[in-house]
């Protein structure tokens, strides 16, 4: 079941990844084939979903991925920062002090790092209470840590130069609502079942 569960997840994170990653292109008029984190994760859960669903698995199952996963990102978006424009994940024109030009003349927020500070402390909080064995981390952490990469990346998406699709909303504002959304509803559903004996119930 375990290989099941990894092959499911990578297959749905890189089909979501390739899919809202070139649509977000197509959207900004650019064209060609992106990547995008977001879509990884939402491509992920959903697979996931699905298998459990399929299998007759309740209960979160996703705590042993959330530090691997925000320190990823907190990492990984160090590396888009330093790949400049040719990343795509750049943000508009600002005239705050550490607005940095990429080398087109434009100093713009550098809403990779935005990002990469907010997750990395979200890992540190988070290790601390899971330490302590703070129990609604134990059981929701999964969840928390999709609604708070969610709701950070919704607030970055208005400092980003990408094609709207609802008013002033892009395809990851969007996409930000769907997971905050999974994340409330699957966190209470987790909170509202019987307190686990161990804290393996929730990995």
């Known amino acids: ?15 979501g990844a390739y899919l809202a990653g070139s649509v977000n292109l197509w959207l900004t ?9 977001e879509g990884a994760l939402a491509g992920g859960i959903i697979a996931i979903e699905i ?3 399929r299998s007759g698995i309740r209960g979160s199952t996703g705590l042993r991925f959330v530090a691997p996963l925000a320190a990823a990102i907190a990492i990984g978006r160090i590396g888009c920062f330093l790949a400049g424009l040719d990343d795509m994940t750049y ?26 500070v907010t997750m990395a402390i979200f890992l540190a909080v988070f290790i601390t209470l ?35 699709v609802v008013g002033p909303f892009n395809l990851f504002h969007l996409l930000s609502l769907a997971l905050i959304a999974y ?3 699957f966190a209470r559903r987790e909170a509202l079942q019987p307190c686990p004996n161990s804290v393996t119930a929730s990995l």
């Open 1 to 15: 079941m375990h290989r099941l569960y990894v092959a499911a997840g990578s297959l749905g994170a890189t089909l």
């Open 29 to 37: 008029g650019i064209g060609g084939v992106g990547r995008s984190i």
């Open 51 to 53: 298998l459990k669903t």
């Open 91 to 116: 943000g508009t024109a600002t005239t705050l002090p550490w607005g940095v030009d990429f080398g087109d003349g434009v100093t713009r927020h550098p809403v990779q790092l935005y990002e990469s």
């Open 130 to 164: 899971a330490w302590r064995g703070n129990e609604p981390v134990l059981r929701t952490g999964f969840y928390l840590f999709v609604g708070v990469y969610a709701g950070q990346r919704f607030v970055w998406e208005f400092l980003k130069p990408y094609g709207t």
């Open 183 to 185: 994340a409330l509803l």
